[in-house]
T-cell receptor, first 117, second 114 residues
Framework: GAVVSQHPSWVICKSGTSVKIECRSLDFQATTMFWYRQFPKQSLMLMAT?????????EQGVEKDKFLINHASLTLSTLTVTSAHPEDSSFYIC?????????????FGPGTRLTVT | GESVGLHLPTLSVQEGDNSIINCAYSNSASDYFIWYKQESGKGPQFIIDIRSNMDKRQGQRVTVLLNKTVKHLSLQIAATQPGDSAVYFC?????????????FGQGTELSVKP
């Protein structure tokens, strides 16, 4: 099956610094990628949707200047958490979607655990 | 963003029993629904899906039921095993002008007692 990878799998950073998380579709081209955030014991919350070569669409309440998303190619999207603070500590999960016939398939990455100290 | 921020409800079952996990979705225009299993520290894993023009779909040991009248989805797991212990989420594909996006429901933590 299709594989989505994330790097790093976990990261610890100091408050005020920026952190970049990569999401790659390894064996397929993703026309659309999604970024989710998940706090402990809670559901996945969609942050933004990005299509290759265009600006990301952010969900209501998600700061686009704080969570920078770049979808430069059909196999790579990056999420940069700028000026991270402890409240940004969370599990970040990306997802990649690819057309399949008249429909599509969507695959999730393994997640990146971010801890801001 | 969308989705909920409540703590997860839990369901505890005995090994070998059947499990039923329920989910309410919000958008009557959603065309596609998926159940995911998530183990601790991992990403969601696809279990089974169903299109809005269906009301039932069966897989191996799992069945999904869709009731569009009350916007309700359920996942039935037959002969539940300890390896089924995880958090289960339903997700709906919400259509918008740029395509579709998966919005996750609250989730249920399933605990299987041997």
């Amino acid at each position: 099956g299709a594989v989505v990878s994330q790097h790093p799998s976990w990261v610890i950073c100091k408050s005020g610094t920026s952190v970049k998380i990569e999401c790659r579709s390894l064996d397929f081209q993703a026309t659309t990628m999604f970024w989710y955030r998940q706090f402990p014991k809670q559901s996945l919350m969609l942050m933004a949707t990005s299509n290759e070569g265009s600006k990301a669409t952010y969900e209501q309440g998600v700061e686009k200047d704080k969570f920078l998303i770049n979808h430069a190619s059909l196999t790579l999207s990056t999420l940069t958490v700028t000026s991270a603070h402890p409240e940004d500590s969370s599990f970040y999960i990306c997802s990649a979607r690819t057309p399949r016939g008249a429909s599509y398939e969507q695959y999730f990455g393994p997640g990146t655990r971010l801890t801001v100290t | 963003g969308e989705s909920v921020g409540l703590h997860l409800p839990t369901l505890s079952v005995q090994e070998g029993d059947n499990s039923i996990i329920n989910c309410a979705y919000s958008n009557s225009a959603s065309d596609y629904f998926i159940w995911y299993k998530q183990e601790s520290g991992k990403g969601p894993q696809f279990i089974i899906d169903i299109r809005s023009n269906m009301d039932k779909r069966q897989g191996q040991r799992v069945t999904v039921l869709l009731n569009k009248t009350v916007k309700h989805l359920s996942l039935q797991i037959a002969a539940t095993q300890p390896g089924d212990s995880a958090v289960y989420f339903c997700a709906e594909n919400v259509i918008y002008n740029q395509g579709g996006k998966l919005i996750f429901g609250q989730g249920t933590e399933l605990s299987v007692k041997p």
